[in-house]
């Protein structure tokens, strides 16, 4: 059972702030893709999710507010028809609906993907199924004391975390920040999957990972017009890992439970280590496909080395 944890004192979030990221926080750390830190939280997929959202600068900052398919901040009052993609109105009997430009269902690593735009690299707005794996594979606590700071902090099956930050609605409003009496706290960030056409015209919604005081969940009618953040996310090709490791030559890949290698030794000698330091795998394998057995799916850190050869290490995934 998914659990979920409430706290209400700034303190408490400070810490949380500081002990979420041992693994990310150097700044000689390696994970990075394109100058923006990652953390793996060991989900089934493999998704690596950034450590901030796109244009904050900082783990705790809300950074860009865009709406869907936009690369940049086309409006302020985020209405129908400051969209960069608003076609007008339409009147269907008694209804009167908004009419946009087809830019596709999913957005994904295109020219309307802000993520791959603005930052480059591999990295893109997540699909649905990334919330959903998000929501279901991890733990949430809250932290709602200080609503400039407020936010989550999402925990990952393998203890590594990230935090994301929530918008306060109203609090721009008050002089000098002043906190009012009641503070929307719900906030969206943006998938790149649109509701699907019910009719002629694309549909005006888009998934969205809708996040409140109290909960976090998907949500498929929140409109593209609106104001919505983007937390990018890195996909593994392949749903796994392919690789060429320069010092010995070899191209690997993982395909389910098959490893296809190719190099010049006759041979490779290859261990499958679990996040907890186990090995799960030790054997032989040749070049062409080899069958991994008894290795249940999840993430891993596959470990080759041949004769004459310095040992390489790369991350997998296997589902």
């Not at 994301?164 to 002043?178: S, V």
């Not at 009719?199 to 104001?227: F, L, Q, V």
């Not at 190719?262 to 054997?283: K, L, M, Q, R």
Request: aromatic residues 12%.
């Amino acid at each position: 059972m998914k659990r979920i944890y409430m706290t209400f004192t700034g303190l408490i979030w400070s810490v949380i702030a500081i002990c979420a990221y041992p693994a990310v926080s150097s700044e000689t750390s390696e994970n990075y893709e394109n100058g923006h830190e990652f953390v793996d939280l060991g989900l089934p997929s493999g998704t690596l999710w950034s450590t901030e959202n796109l244009g904050a600068g900082n783990y705790n900052i809300w950074g860009n507010e865009i709406a869907w398919g936009e690369t940049r901040r086309s409006q302020w009052d985020f209405k129908p028809e400051s969209y960069a993609y608003f076609n007008g109105y339409e009147t269907l009997g008694d209804e009167t609906v908004i009419l946009l430009e087809n830019i596709g269902d999913n957005i994904t690593t295109t020219v309307y993907d802000a993520a791959r735009q603005i930052w480059g690299g591999r990295w893109q707005l997540p699909e649905s199924s990334s919330i959903s794996e998000l929501i279901e594979c991890c733990e949430f606590e809250w932290s709602l004391s200080d609503p400039a700071m407020a936010g989550v902090t999402v925990t990952g099956p393998n203890g590594n975390s990230m935090f994301i930050p929530l918008f306060p609605d109203g609090l721009r409003t008050t002089e000098d920040y002043d906190v009012p009496e009641e503070i929307n706290f719900e906030t969206h960030y943006w998938t790149g999957n649109s509701l699907a056409e019910s009719g002629p015209h694309p549909s005006p919604y888009a998934y969205t990972m809708a996040i409140d005081e109290n909960s976090i969940n998907i949500s498929e009618n929140y409109p593209k017009y609106k104001r919505g953040f983007i937390r990018p996310i890195l996909i593994p090709e392949n749903s796994g890992i392919q690789a060429t490791f320069s010092e010995t030559s070899v191209t690997v890949e993982v395909r389910g439970r098959v490893i296809s290698v190719n190099g010049p030794a006759e041979s490779y000698d290859v261990d499958i280590i679990n996040t907890c330091g186990t090995t799960v795998f030790s054997d032989k394998v040749f070049n062409g496909n080899n069958c991994i057995s008894g290795v249940q799916s999840g993430v891993y850190v596959l470990r080759l080395s041949a004769s004459g050869c310095l040992p390489s290490i790369m991350k997998i995934v296997i589902k």
